[in-house]
C-alpha cells in the first residue's frame, strides 16, 4: 500500500473486555482513511498510539450493519444489545483466542456519520487511487512516486 499521507478521521474510545467476573477497560482508536474506504481500523493501545498494539481491519459496511442487527460471519461478529441502551457488542476471534467488548453504539455511529463524509456509502470506488495501488503492488510495495 502507498505510505503518503491520506485524508481520515480518527477518534479515541474506550472498549470494555468482557470476562467471566469482571470488565477490563481497553483504550482503542477507530480510524478510517480515504484511500482504503471500505475499511475501518480498531487499533487497541494507549489512546492516540494504536501503532504500539494490534490492530484489526473491520468493514465500514459491516460496523454499520451492527449499529441495528446482528452482523458479520467468523472472525467478527457485531450485534447491538437488546436493551433500548448505548451498548453495542463486538466479537473477535484470532487463531489465539477470543474476545468479546462492550462498546458504545452512540460513538461507532457518530464515527461512521464522520467517515461518510469523507466518502459517501457508495462512492467508495470512486475514492480508490486503483493505478496508485496497482503501481504500489507491481513495484514491489515501494511507493512509484517517492522521490
Same mark, same amino acid.
Not at 469482571?22 to 474506504?37: F, H
Not at 447491538?80 to 451498548?87: I, K, N, Q, V
Not at 464522520?114 to 462512492?123: I, S
Given at each position: 500500500?502507498?505510505?503518503? @499521507?491520506? &485524508? ?28 482504503? &474506504? ?7 493501545? /494507549? !489512546? ?7 490492530? +484489526?481491519?473491520?468493514? %465500514? ?15 467478527? %461478529?457485531? +450485534?447491538? =444489545? ?10 473477535? %476471534? @484470532?487463531?489465539?483466542?477470543? =474476545? ?8 461507532? !455511529? =457518530? ?5 461518510? !463524509?469523507?466518502? &459517501?456509502?457508495?462512492? /467508495?470506488?470512486? !475514492? ?17 512516486? =517517492?522521490?
Amino acid at each position: 500500500m502507498s505510505q503518503h @499521507a491520506s &485524508p481520515g478521521y480518527s477518534v479515541p474510545t474506550t472498549l470494555h473486555l468482557v470476562g467471566p467476573t469482571s470488565w477490563t477497560e481497553v483504550p482503542a482508536v477507530l480510524s478510517y482513511e480515504v484511500r482504503d &474506504p471500505f475499511a475501518v481500523r480498531i487499533g487497541f493501545g /494507549e !489512546a492516540g498510539e494504536p501503532d504500539d498494539g494490534i490492530t +484489526w481491519l473491520l468493514s %465500514r459496511e459491516l460496523l454499520v450493519a451492527g449499529l441495528d442487527r446482528p452482523a458479520g460471519d467468523g472472525d467478527v %461478529r457485531l +450485534w447491538p =444489545a437488546r436493551t433500548s441502551g448505548d451498548a453495542l457488542y463486538l466479537h473477535l %476471534r @484470532a487463531p489465539s483466542g477470543e =474476545a468479546l467488548f462492550e462498546l458504545s453504539r452512540a460513538t461507532v !455511529a =457518530a464515527f461512521l456519520l464522520q467517515t461518510e !463524509a469523507l466518502v &459517501p456509502t457508495g462512492q /467508495e470506488t470512486a !475514492a480508490l487511487d486503483v493505478d496508485q495501488e496497482l503501481a504500489v503492488l507491481l513495484s514491489g510495495g515501494a511507493d512509484p512516486t =517517492a522521490g
